[in-house]
Protein backbone atom coordinates (compact mmCIF):
# COMPACT_ATOMS: atom_id res chain seq x y z
CA UNK A 1 0.00 0.00 0.00
CA UNK A 2 1.34 3.37 -0.87
CA UNK A 3 1.59 6.19 1.86
CA UNK A 4 0.52 9.13 -0.52
CA UNK A 5 1.43 11.99 1.58
CA UNK A 6 4.27 10.58 3.36
CA UNK A 7 6.92 13.06 5.02
CA UNK A 8 9.27 10.53 5.25
CA UNK A 9 12.57 11.81 5.85
CA UNK A 10 11.94 15.64 5.39
CA UNK A 11 13.43 17.84 8.07
CA UNK A 12 10.41 20.59 8.60
CA UNK A 13 10.26 23.69 11.09
CA UNK A 14 7.32 24.64 12.94
CA UNK A 15 6.87 28.13 14.52
CA UNK A 16 4.23 28.48 17.13
CA UNK A 17 3.93 25.28 17.85
CA UNK A 18 3.47 24.66 21.90
CA UNK A 19 -0.02 25.36 21.61
CA UNK A 20 -3.40 25.07 19.29
CA UNK A 21 -2.46 25.16 15.84
CA UNK A 22 1.21 25.09 15.40
CA UNK A 23 1.31 22.02 17.99
CA UNK A 24 -1.38 20.10 16.07
CA UNK A 25 0.61 20.35 12.95
CA UNK A 26 4.30 19.07 14.44
CA UNK A 27 2.23 16.10 15.97
CA UNK A 28 0.53 15.09 12.64
CA UNK A 29 3.81 15.81 10.63
CA UNK A 30 5.63 13.51 12.94
CA UNK A 31 3.46 11.13 12.33
CA UNK A 32 3.98 11.09 9.04
CA UNK A 33 7.71 10.71 9.46
CA UNK A 34 9.00 14.11 9.64
CA UNK A 35 11.61 15.27 11.52
CA UNK A 36 10.97 18.12 13.29
CA UNK A 37 12.26 21.73 14.72
CA UNK A 38 9.52 22.97 16.69
CA UNK A 39 10.05 26.38 18.19
CA UNK A 40 8.03 28.62 20.75
CA UNK A 41 8.23 30.77 24.10
CA UNK A 42 7.08 29.09 26.40
CA UNK A 43 9.63 26.35 27.32
CA UNK A 44 7.36 23.77 29.47
CA UNK A 45 4.51 23.81 26.52
CA UNK A 46 7.00 23.17 23.80
CA UNK A 47 8.92 20.44 25.79
CA UNK A 48 5.00 18.98 26.06
CA UNK A 49 4.58 19.07 22.65
CA UNK A 50 7.80 17.69 21.89
CA UNK A 51 7.26 14.28 24.17
CA UNK A 52 3.93 13.97 22.24
CA UNK A 53 5.66 13.70 19.22
CA UNK A 54 6.10 10.50 17.49
CA UNK A 55 10.00 9.40 16.52
CA UNK A 56 11.05 7.70 13.14
CA UNK A 57 14.64 7.83 12.83
CA UNK A 58 15.89 11.18 14.36
CA UNK A 59 14.67 12.58 17.37
CA UNK A 60 12.99 16.18 17.12
CA UNK A 61 14.68 19.13 18.02
CA UNK A 62 12.51 21.91 20.56
CA UNK A 63 14.06 25.31 20.28
CA UNK A 64 13.44 28.18 22.66
CA UNK A 65 13.11 31.33 20.66
CA UNK A 66 11.17 34.84 20.48
CA UNK A 67 10.87 35.05 17.03
CA UNK A 68 10.66 39.17 17.69
CA UNK A 69 14.25 39.08 18.86
CA UNK A 70 16.65 39.19 15.93
CA UNK A 71 19.58 37.68 17.96
CA UNK A 72 17.20 34.83 18.48
CA UNK A 73 16.24 34.34 15.00
CA UNK A 74 20.52 34.43 14.19
CA UNK A 75 20.81 31.82 16.51
CA UNK A 76 17.90 29.91 15.47
CA UNK A 77 19.03 29.65 11.69
CA UNK A 78 22.62 29.31 12.12
CA UNK A 79 21.99 26.27 14.14
CA UNK A 80 19.37 24.59 11.47
CA UNK A 81 20.32 21.48 9.47
CA UNK A 82 19.14 22.08 5.70
CA UNK A 83 15.28 21.65 5.96
CA UNK A 84 12.51 20.73 3.41
CA UNK A 85 9.73 22.62 4.83
CA UNK A 86 8.40 25.11 7.17
CA UNK A 87 5.25 26.34 8.62
CA UNK A 88 5.08 29.62 10.03
CA UNK A 89 2.30 29.62 12.45
CA UNK A 90 3.07 31.85 14.97
CA UNK A 91 0.66 34.52 15.37
CA UNK A 92 -1.81 36.73 17.69
CA UNK A 93 -5.16 37.98 17.66
CA UNK A 94 -6.66 41.09 19.59
CA UNK A 95 -10.07 42.40 18.67
CA UNK A 96 -10.91 45.92 18.89
CA UNK A 97 -12.77 48.58 17.05
CA UNK A 98 -11.10 50.85 15.05
CA UNK A 99 -11.75 53.88 17.36
CA UNK A 100 -10.07 51.67 20.04
CA UNK A 101 -7.06 50.30 18.11
CA UNK A 102 -4.34 50.76 20.45
CA UNK A 103 -0.79 51.74 19.30
CA UNK A 104 1.35 49.02 21.03
CA UNK A 105 -1.70 46.11 19.72
CA UNK A 106 -0.43 47.42 16.29
CA UNK A 107 2.99 46.98 16.63
CA UNK A 108 2.53 43.53 18.49
CA UNK A 109 0.44 42.12 16.02
CA UNK A 110 2.43 43.43 12.61
CA UNK A 111 5.88 42.21 14.73
CA UNK A 112 4.29 38.52 15.25
CA UNK A 113 2.12 38.03 12.32
CA UNK A 114 4.16 39.31 9.60
CA UNK A 115 7.56 41.15 10.13
CA UNK A 116 9.16 38.14 12.06
CA UNK A 117 8.43 35.48 9.51
CA UNK A 118 9.41 38.20 6.83
CA UNK A 119 12.85 38.20 9.04
CA UNK A 120 12.88 34.49 9.65
CA UNK A 121 12.55 33.38 5.98
CA UNK A 122 15.32 36.05 4.62
CA UNK A 123 17.41 34.10 7.48
CA UNK A 124 16.63 31.24 6.18
CA UNK A 125 17.02 32.16 2.14
CA UNK A 126 20.03 34.12 2.71
CA UNK A 127 21.86 31.25 4.53
CA UNK A 128 20.78 29.06 2.05
CA UNK A 129 18.96 26.63 4.53
CA UNK A 130 16.34 25.56 2.37
CA UNK A 131 16.51 22.59 0.01
CA UNK A 132 15.95 22.41 -3.60
CA UNK A 133 12.11 21.28 -3.74
CA UNK A 134 11.30 22.40 -0.05
CA UNK A 135 8.03 24.20 0.60
CA UNK A 136 6.89 26.96 2.96
CA UNK A 137 3.53 27.31 4.03
CA UNK A 138 2.06 30.31 5.94
CA UNK A 139 -0.82 30.19 7.80
CA UNK A 140 -3.05 32.90 7.16
CA UNK A 141 -6.58 33.27 7.53
CA UNK A 142 -9.75 33.46 6.01
CA UNK A 143 -10.38 36.85 7.66
CA UNK A 144 -8.54 38.51 4.64
CA UNK A 145 -11.27 37.46 2.66
CA UNK A 146 -14.45 38.12 4.26
CA UNK A 147 -14.08 40.86 7.06
CA UNK A 148 -15.15 40.53 10.49
CA UNK A 149 -15.92 43.79 13.25
CA UNK A 150 -12.92 44.35 15.45
CA UNK A 151 -10.09 42.46 13.13
CA UNK A 152 -9.04 45.39 11.37
CA UNK A 153 -5.33 45.21 12.61
CA UNK A 154 -5.48 41.50 12.49
CA UNK A 155 -6.83 41.66 8.87
CA UNK A 156 -4.15 43.75 7.66
CA UNK A 157 -1.80 41.76 8.98
CA UNK A 158 -2.76 38.93 7.86
CA UNK A 159 -3.33 40.66 4.20
CA UNK A 160 0.62 41.03 4.32
CA UNK A 161 1.07 37.58 4.41
CA UNK A 162 -1.00 36.74 1.28
CA UNK A 163 0.97 39.52 -0.43
CA UNK A 164 4.54 38.37 1.39
CA UNK A 165 3.75 34.85 -0.06
CA UNK A 166 3.13 35.14 -3.52
CA UNK A 167 6.68 37.76 -3.85
CA UNK A 168 8.38 34.38 -2.24
CA UNK A 169 6.64 31.56 -4.49
CA UNK A 170 7.90 33.97 -7.11
CA UNK A 171 11.29 34.43 -5.91
CA UNK A 172 12.22 31.22 -4.66
CA UNK A 173 10.52 29.09 -7.68
CA UNK A 174 13.66 28.95 -9.45
CA UNK A 175 14.99 26.69 -6.77
CA UNK A 176 11.90 24.43 -6.95
CA UNK A 177 10.89 26.22 -3.46
CA UNK A 178 7.42 26.87 -2.79
CA UNK A 179 5.12 28.89 -0.70
CA UNK A 180 1.35 28.63 0.02
CA UNK A 181 -0.72 29.91 2.33
CA UNK A 182 -3.73 28.38 4.34
CA UNK A 183 -6.60 30.69 5.06
CA UNK A 184 -8.61 29.34 7.70
CA UNK A 185 -11.78 30.09 9.15
CA UNK A 186 -11.81 30.04 12.88
CA UNK A 187 -10.71 27.06 15.12
CA UNK A 188 -11.17 26.97 18.47
CA UNK A 189 -7.92 26.60 20.34
CA UNK A 190 -8.81 29.16 23.29
CA UNK A 191 -6.53 32.13 21.16
CA UNK A 192 -9.56 34.26 20.15
CA UNK A 193 -11.10 33.85 23.92
CA UNK A 194 -8.26 35.43 25.66
CA UNK A 195 -9.25 38.24 22.94
CA UNK A 196 -12.61 39.43 24.41
CA UNK A 197 -14.94 37.34 22.80
CA UNK A 198 -17.76 35.27 24.94
CA UNK A 199 -18.27 31.42 24.73
CA UNK A 200 -22.29 33.08 23.56
CA UNK A 201 -21.20 35.27 20.86
CA UNK A 202 -18.85 32.45 19.50
CA UNK A 203 -21.82 29.87 19.60
CA UNK A 204 -24.27 32.92 17.47
CA UNK A 205 -21.26 33.04 14.92
CA UNK A 206 -21.54 29.57 14.29
CA UNK A 207 -24.39 29.68 12.24
CA UNK A 208 -22.09 31.49 9.79
CA UNK A 209 -20.91 28.22 9.00
CA UNK A 210 -22.63 26.49 6.39
CA UNK A 211 -20.75 22.75 7.25
CA UNK A 212 -21.72 23.31 10.53
CA UNK A 213 -18.60 23.53 12.48
CA UNK A 214 -15.68 25.52 13.38
CA UNK A 215 -12.49 24.34 12.28
CA UNK A 216 -10.02 21.67 14.43
CA UNK A 217 -6.63 22.20 14.26
CA UNK A 218 -5.97 18.82 12.78
CA UNK A 219 -7.98 20.47 9.62
CA UNK A 220 -5.26 22.69 9.37
CA UNK A 221 -2.84 19.95 10.11
CA UNK A 222 -3.92 17.93 6.88
CA UNK A 223 -3.89 20.23 4.53
CA UNK A 224 -0.27 21.21 6.18
CA UNK A 225 1.13 17.99 5.18
CA UNK A 226 0.10 17.99 1.64
CA UNK A 227 1.54 21.12 0.96
CA UNK A 228 4.85 19.80 2.49
CA UNK A 229 4.50 16.94 0.44
CA UNK A 230 6.27 16.03 -3.14
CA UNK A 231 2.86 15.48 -4.12
CA UNK A 232 1.74 19.27 -4.40
CA UNK A 233 5.31 19.96 -6.31
CA UNK A 234 3.39 22.01 -8.85
CA UNK A 235 1.01 24.13 -6.37
CA UNK A 236 2.66 27.26 -5.34
CA UNK A 237 1.86 30.77 -4.79
CA UNK A 238 -1.60 29.96 -3.86
CA UNK A 239 -4.14 30.97 -1.12
CA UNK A 240 -6.31 27.96 0.19
CA UNK A 241 -9.37 29.12 1.96
CA UNK A 242 -9.80 26.11 4.56
CA UNK A 243 -12.95 27.35 6.46
CA UNK A 244 -16.07 25.06 6.50
CA UNK A 245 -17.85 27.11 3.69
CA UNK A 246 -17.79 30.04 5.34
CA UNK A 247 -16.57 32.15 2.88
CA UNK A 248 -19.23 31.17 0.69
CA UNK A 249 -22.34 33.28 2.36
CA UNK B 1 -13.61 60.13 37.42
CA UNK B 2 -16.98 58.11 37.08
CA UNK B 3 -18.41 60.75 35.29
CA UNK B 4 -15.72 60.61 32.59
CA UNK B 5 -16.35 56.98 32.24
CA UNK B 6 -20.14 57.54 31.92
CA UNK B 7 -19.13 59.91 28.73
CA UNK B 8 -16.68 57.59 27.36
CA UNK B 9 -19.52 54.90 27.60
CA UNK B 10 -22.16 57.01 25.98
CA UNK B 11 -19.40 58.01 23.15
CA UNK B 12 -18.19 54.03 22.90
CA UNK B 13 -21.84 52.67 22.28
CA UNK B 14 -22.76 56.15 20.14
CA UNK B 15 -26.07 57.30 22.68
CA UNK B 16 -25.08 60.75 23.98
CA UNK B 17 -27.85 62.21 24.14
CA UNK B 18 -29.46 59.42 26.09
CA UNK B 19 -29.63 59.44 29.84
CA UNK B 20 -27.73 57.08 31.70
CA UNK B 21 -27.18 56.48 34.67
CA UNK B 22 -24.66 54.53 36.89
CA UNK B 23 -27.06 51.61 38.39
CA UNK B 24 -28.49 51.34 34.75
CA UNK B 25 -28.54 47.62 34.07
CA UNK B 26 -26.71 48.81 30.33
CA UNK B 27 -26.77 45.05 28.98
CA UNK B 28 -31.13 45.67 28.70
CA UNK B 29 -30.26 49.15 26.48
CA UNK B 30 -31.94 48.58 23.10
CA UNK B 31 -28.12 49.77 21.65
CA UNK B 32 -26.70 46.80 23.45
CA UNK B 33 -25.44 44.09 20.82
CA UNK B 34 -22.17 42.24 20.70
CA UNK B 35 -20.30 45.10 18.42
CA UNK B 36 -21.35 47.42 21.95
CA UNK B 37 -20.03 44.29 23.98
CA UNK B 38 -16.77 44.25 22.37
CA UNK B 39 -16.15 47.91 21.80
CA UNK B 40 -16.62 48.54 25.44
CA UNK B 41 -14.26 46.02 26.45
CA UNK B 42 -11.55 47.21 23.94
CA UNK B 43 -12.11 51.16 25.11
CA UNK B 44 -11.82 50.05 28.66
CA UNK B 45 -8.19 48.11 27.52
CA UNK B 46 -7.59 52.10 25.53
CA UNK B 47 -8.76 54.19 28.14
CA UNK B 48 -7.94 52.58 31.04
CA UNK B 49 -5.20 49.81 30.09
CA UNK B 50 -7.44 47.38 31.91
CA UNK B 51 -8.43 44.08 30.36
CA UNK B 52 -11.73 42.79 32.00
CA UNK B 53 -11.79 38.79 31.51
CA UNK B 54 -14.88 37.52 29.40
CA UNK B 55 -16.24 35.58 32.44
CA UNK B 56 -15.90 38.79 34.84
CA UNK B 57 -17.85 40.80 32.47
CA UNK B 58 -20.70 38.79 31.63
CA UNK B 59 -21.52 38.51 35.45
CA UNK B 60 -21.48 41.98 35.44
CA UNK B 61 -24.96 44.23 35.35
CA UNK B 62 -24.65 47.80 35.84
CA UNK B 63 -22.17 50.30 35.19
CA UNK B 64 -21.41 50.93 39.23
CA UNK B 65 -19.96 46.86 38.98
CA UNK B 66 -18.17 47.57 35.45
CA UNK B 67 -16.64 50.92 37.42
CA UNK B 68 -15.61 48.72 40.20
CA UNK B 69 -14.00 46.60 38.04
CA UNK B 70 -11.79 48.36 36.25
CA UNK B 71 -10.77 50.47 39.54
CA UNK B 72 -9.81 46.95 40.70
CA UNK B 73 -7.56 46.06 38.37
CA UNK B 74 -6.06 49.80 37.73
Known amino acids: ?249 | MQEDFIQLFKETLDIEDKEVQITDQFKTYEEWDSIANLSVIAMIDAEYEVIIENSVFKEIETLQELWEAIEERR
Request: aromatic residues 6%; hydrophobic residues 45%; positive net charge.
Open chain 1, 1 to 249: MQRLFSLENKNILVTGASRGIGKSIAIETALQGAQLNIVARDSERLNETREQLHVSKVAHNAILCDLASKDDLDHLVENLEPLDGIVLNAGAVKLAPIAFIKDANIDALFEVNIQSSIRLIQRIVRKRKLKKGASIVFISSIATQKATIGNAVYNATKGAVNSFVKSLALELASKQIRANAILPGFVNTGIIQDSGVSDDQLEAHLKNYPLGRYGKPEDISYLSIYLLSNQSSWMTGTLINLDGGFSLK
